[in-house]
């Protein structure tokens, strides 16, 4: 990283601090803060959507299996596919609930104080797991952005980026509630789909530059090249070449237990349509927003694929598949030297 990259990632951090400031003077309640006043329209939801569905670790997932088992690997996220239409339903299950959070429906609903003590307890739990896949997530991403594991101490980098990382999302969390976070996820949302799309038409320029001639091939001789060097079942949906990995009644399976799951998760109230203005903006927020990553998927597992054609015996990502993503970005958009690498870290 460029000190370009590190004044980005710098800037970034103070915006999200500020925007935690600003939505702090619109909360006046209980309702403000945990539903930012219920006053959402199609756009923030379907950023809130689109952020709580999109978390930092998928696509180092989607990196790491799409390098290990082709396009096969998509699987790691999408198979939220064919649960996305059935939000044009529940969406408007939230909407019409009049409760903070799913505790205190629980309590309502079955007339039953533990349940609720129950439900926060499963929360709670959920939320430690949950948000430790992408923390670690954030660590394996940023080792190869960063160039160093290790302080000049001795002390693993993780140990100082993820606290960090934490308490600045906790400041603006804290100091905005809800009305912070979603503007967050409308800021970042936005940088996610365009890094996303970004790195495909620079990995094929950079296939053309390292393995054909720039001066009379473009990006679509990019696609050729790709197909070179990358075996014909790495390119297979359902059959790569681990193909073990993603088999159809895995897929099938896991389809069917999280459209059982996602209803109750605890932070679907909000972002699941309960803080939008109407019902039909939380169907289209929640909905969209849904579709928005699922797309954003498909464009990892490319980029997956374009890595491997260009970074195949990669030392890093020999020792740990998981810094595909990571290494990409760097041979990636570090030559360009516009900041990119440093907007992608954050």
């Not at 539903?35 to 950023?47: N, P, V, W």
């Not at 998928?58 to 690997?73: A, F, I, K, N, Q």
């Not at 459209?259 to 169907?283: C, D, M, N, W």
Request: proline content about 4%.
């Amino acid at each position: 990283m460029t000190w370009i990259d590190f004044t980005v990632l710098i800037l970034y951090f103070v915006v999200m601090v500020a925007i935690g400031i600003w939505a702090m003077r619109g909360v006046k309640g209980q309702e403000d803060y945990f539903m930012g006043g219920r006053g959402f329209g199609k756009l923030l939801q379907t950023f809130a959507a689109f952020g709580a569905g999109t978390g930092a670790h998928e696509p180092v997932t989607v990196g790491r299996t799409g390098w290990t088992s082709g396009l096969s690997g998509v699987w790691s996220a999408l198979m939220w596919l064919f649960v996305t239409p059935i939000y044009w339903i529940t969406g408007v299950w939230y909407r019409r609930m009049r409760h903070l959070t799913l505790g205190d429906w629980f309590v309502e609903r079955y007339d039953s104080r533990p349940l609720g003590v129950a439900y926060s307890f499963f929360a709670i739990v959920f939320y430690m797991f949950y948000l430790s896949t992408m923390f670690s997530a954030i660590a394996k991403f940023a080792v190869p952005l960063l160039g160093f594991e290790t302080l000049s101490n001795g002390l693993d980098i993780k140990y100082v980026l993820v606290p960090s990382i934490a308490l600045i999302v906790i400041l603006y969390g804290v100091l905005g509630g809800l009305t912070a976070a979603y503007y967050t996820d409308l800021i970042q949302g936005i940088f996610i789909i365009l890094l996303s799309v970004m790195l495909i038409p620079f990995g094929l320029l950079a296939l053309v530059k390292e393995f054909g001639d720039p001066s009379t091939q473009g990006i679509m001789d990019g696609f050729r090249i790709m197909h070179e060097r990358v075996a014909e079942e790495y390119f297979s949906l359902f059959n790569g070449p681990s193909a073990g990995e993603f088999p159809v009644p895995y897929i099938i399976s896991l389809t069917l237990l999280v459209l059982v799951g996602i209803v109750v998760q605890p932070h679907f109230i909000a972002t699941g349509g309960g803080s939008a203005k109407s019902e039909y903006e939380a169907r289209v927020g929640l909905v969209t927003g849904n579709f928005l990553k699922r797309l954003c998927t498909v464009g990892w597992a490319l980029t997956a694929l374009i890595a491997l054609a260009l970074l195949a015996g990669n030392p890093e990502i020999a020792a740990d598949p998981d810094r595909v993503w990571g290494v990409a970005a760097r041979e990636i958009l570090g030559p360009l030297n516009l900041g990119l690498v440093g907007l992608m870290l954050a």
